[in-house]
């Protein structure tokens, strides 16, 4: 087996503590062609390949996993929006490093004000996801009420029709 992020080759899925893409798909709640098209679409890479070259993936791909698919299931975020997002926060990684391998007071000022570029992007990204439900709340909350307001009308129109009946 070859290590695919850092070209390591080892003898096993089990004996690294990798596993193959069924088990993962299992573990997350999804499918395998799922974390395929993810993996088609640069969201993640395995973290090896097998010598039957079979994907393999550790725990840091099983979390990466489960973030993506909470993104997409839980808060509704498009693939796009969900790589943008990734992308935001390995950029966030790099420059975290580059950071810390410079005392260069302009290069960290740089560094300092590309995170905050792309921190206001997700909090842009986030609100607009934000706004939209709220909107969708709003609405069902105004259908809520036309739908009650209907009820009570008709409960006083069953009463009152109720009260009049022959026999009473």
Known sequence: MT??????????????????????????????????????????TPAARSEGDYRLYDTTDVERLRFIKALRDDAGFSLAEIAQLLEDEAARERGHAAYHATTDPGERLRILGDRAVRFEHQIDMLRSKVERLQTMVDETEARLSRTRAKIADLTVDAGAAAGSEPGR
């Not at 690294?16 to 088990?23: M, S």
């Open 3 to 44: 290590d695919t992020k850092t070209g390591v080759a080892g003898t096993g899925a089990t004996s690294a503590g990798l596993l193959r893409i069924q088990e993962v798909a299992a573990q997350i709640g999804t499918t395998p062609r799922s974390v395929r098209y993810w993996e088609e679409l640069g969201l993640l």
